[in-house]
């Protein structure tokens, strides 16, 4: 009796593991007292709110984990930058959402940051009109500035051509520019209802062309039932391995903003993407 109380005692010293963590999955990430209570008060909100724990990911290598992700991103309130990119912030980095017109990118955004409000929803689609950026994350955590870029859609919008062409032109010039080394991941996202489209490929290829690392999400993915939910994920890994290893993830997260479905492993894997050192 006593030497399996020591054995347990030994195991428990030697191998720390973060509550919630699956066994045998480990992180650098400092288990400090402080993120210990904020994860527990983070989960506990989220019980009341209903977020699901299903996950939503399809691939060919497990989901990448971050240690405390909803608490580290969701614990202040995400403020809005501007329109520009945000030149005083030379070391900062940045993750990109990217999607056609009523992919439902503005609702995913809002619920991975737990304000409704933050982005405008409609159902009118492209209203999303500027490159807005956002500052997110826990500033006592994180040891760099970390910002979430909104662009805007493409493909069908309700506006004029001139208007079209010149978040076109917008769009371009930020992965240009911010691209080589602020942008750490684009998450292109993918209407789960209709897959991967033309244009979808033509920005996919222009994420290429510009050196860009990006994943698929496929979101509304309370639209469909379970059976084509995955054969659409199954269509997007096969297509995902015909692009470049360096730059498209192999890994295909789904999201539900309607059911709060998914959004935990988005997180992680933002965070995961911000914490890669450039190259």
């Not at 909100?45 to 984990?65: F, H, I, M, V, Y």
Request: hydrophobic share 35%.
């Amino acid at each position: 009796m006593m030497m399996m109380m020591m054995m347990r005692m030994t195991r428990g010293t030697l191998y720390p593991r973060i509550r919630g963590q699956a066994r045998g999955c480990f992180c650098s990430t400092p288990n400090n007292r402080q993120s210990k209570v904020a994860e527990r008060k983070y989960r506990k909100r989220n019980a009341r709110k209903g977020e699901r724990s299903r996950t939503l990911c399809w691939g060919t290598d497990p989901p990448q984990k971050y240690p405390f992700a909803g608490s580290i991103l969701c614990k202040d309130p995400a403020q809005l930058l501007g329109t520009f990119s945000p030149d005083s912030h030379h070391d900062s980095r940045e993750v990109a959402f990217w999607g056609r017109s009523n992919v439902g990118k503005s609702s995913l955004i809002g619920a991975l940051l737990e304000d409704k409000k933050l982005v405008r929803v409609s159902k009118t689609p492209g209203r999303t009109r500027d490159t807005l950026f956002f500052a997110i994350g826990d500033r006592t955590r994180l040891h760099y500035p970390l910002l979430l870029v909104d662009l805007p859609g493409y493909g069908y919008a309700r506006a004029g051509k001139s208007d079209i062409r010149t978040w076109t032109r917008r769009m371009e010039r930020y992965l240009s520019e911010r691209g080589a080394y602020h942008l750490k991941r684009c998450f292109l996202l993918i209407d789960a209802r209709r897959g991967i489209l033309d244009v979808d490929i033509e920005v996919v290829n222009f994420l290429e062309e510009n050196g860009c690392k990006y994943q698929l999400v496929l979101t509304k993915t309370d639209s469909i039932s379970v059976s084509a939910l995955n054969r659409v994920a199954s269509d997007t890994v096969t297509f995902m391995s015909t692009r470049h290893p360096q730059l498209c993830s192999s890994i295909v997260y789904g999201a539900s903003s309607k059911r709060n479905e998914g959004l935990e492993e988005i997180r992680s894997a933002i965070l995961y993407a911000a914490a890669e050192s450039s190259e």
